[in-house]
T-cell receptor, first 115, second 114 residues
């Protein structure tokens, strides 16, 4: 079964500093996708970044970047120059065509940003 | 609207009652997913629609849960004889084909069973 593990229930970062959120996953598939979603208190799930497993290059979106280690099945999110608006719950998620493209989520990491 | 719309936003009901939750996906999105998020937990998959058919219902927790989709658009998730453990936020997401495109989520329905 596919599982996604986020080992950090909560993280804190000082405004303007950098923070890294960890995610590991377990799969026997070779073709899959990985995502980071942000969920602020408004409840809406917002896509932060997406990585295709067949691409070796790490995805980046402005201040957000990932460190994708396929052999280690690791997919961490780095947030640079943290802003107060980054405070939210962050979910790592896995998706594979073999399993109907449903998303399998980790338990989430609460990120607090200190001013 | 431009996004996925869910209604109601909040629903409070008594144990044993039936509830219907509605999802209106983004126009043109043929794939539709329902997820459940219990308090402080991650999201768990419930059911997936491609058009009006549901090729994957594996996440529905019991036969009290059912869902349908008509016209390839609006979907309704029905919970019969609600129990307190059904209390959660129910989120709907939609995507364009192929299925590995990013899923766009609605704001969810917070269901509270008294």
């Amino acid at each position: 079964a596919q599982t996604v593990t986020q080992s950090q229930p909560e993280m804190s970062v000082q405004e303007a500093e950098t923070v890294t959120l960890s995610c590991t996953y377990d799969t026997s598939e070779s073709d899959y996708y990985l995502f980071w979603y942000k969920q602020p208190p408004s409840r809406q799930m917002i896509l932060v970044i997406r990585q295709e497993a067949y691409k070796q290059q790490n995805a980046t979106e402005n201040r957000f970047s990932v460190n994708f280690q396929k052999a280690a099945k690791s997919f961490s999110l780095k947030i640079s120059d943290s802003q107060l608006g980054d405070a939210a719950m962050y979910f790592c998620a896995y998706q594979a065509r073999e399993y109907g493209n449903k998303l399998v989520f980790g338990a989430g990491t609460i990120l607090r940003v200190k001013s | 609207g431009a996004g996925v719309s869910q209604s109601p936003s909040n629903k409070v009901t008594e144990k044993g009652k039936d509830v219907e939750l509605r999802c209106d996906p983004i126009s043109g999105h043929t794939a539709l997913y329902w997820y459940r998020q219990s308090l402080g937990q991650g999201l768990e998959f419930l059911i997936y629609f491609q058009g009006n058919s549901a090729p994957d219902k594996s996440g529905l927790p019991s036969d009290r849960f059912s869902a349908e989709r008509t016209g390839g658009s609006v979907s309704t998730l029905t919970i019969q004889r609600t129990q307190q453990e059904d209390s959660a936020v129910y989120l709907c997401a939609s995507s364009v084909p192929p299925g590995n495109q990013p899923q766009h989520f609605g704001d969810g329905t917070r269901l509270s069973i008294l």
